[in-house]
């Protein structure tokens, strides 16, 4: 069984950067695209970044194009989102996921494992 752990989220100011690391364990998540969402309050839980198993492919949402970065490191059974010039809008619990399921996927209801969250608050 999967089990995934977020850690780096905090306050920040606006313009700041933050780095988000997820860490798997348990069984390895080497085979697996993984995926980082995030949910703002009262909003849905919204695509943020998908990472390919092998780190070659990576896809973002249009909100964070240009300003965020995923990355993974399979020996460390980990992923990580850098995250740049961030803003007041980008204040939301981050999650990192995985599927099992499906080899690439953007879509919300395909990932199978989560994490617990992280809290990442931008203030302006």
């Known amino acids: 069984q999967v089990q995934l752990a977020e850690s780096g989220g905090g306050l920040v100011q606006a313009g700041g950067s933050l780095r988000l690391s997820c860490a798997a364990s348990?069984?390895?998540?080497?085979?697996?695209?993984m995926g980082w969402f995030r949910q703002a309050p009262g909003k849905e839980r919204d695509f943020v970044a998908v990472?390919?198993?092998?780190?070659?492919?990576?896809t973002y949402g249009d909100s964070v194009k240009g300003r965020f970065t995923i990355s993974r490191d399979n020996a460390k059974e980990s992923v990580y989102l850098q995250m740049n010039n961030l803003q007041p809008e980008d204040t939301a619990i981050y999650y990192c996921?995985?599927?099992?399921?499906?080899?690439?996927?953007?879509?919300?209801?395909?990932?199978?494992?989560w994490g617990q969250g992280t809290q990442v608050t931008v203030s302006s």
């Open positions: 996921a995985t599927s099992t399921v499906k080899a690439w996927t953007k879509e919300f209801s395909d990932y199978d494992v």
């Open positions: 990472i390919s198993a092998s780190g070659a492919r990576t």
């Open positions: 348990g069984r390895t998540v080497s085979w697996y695209a």
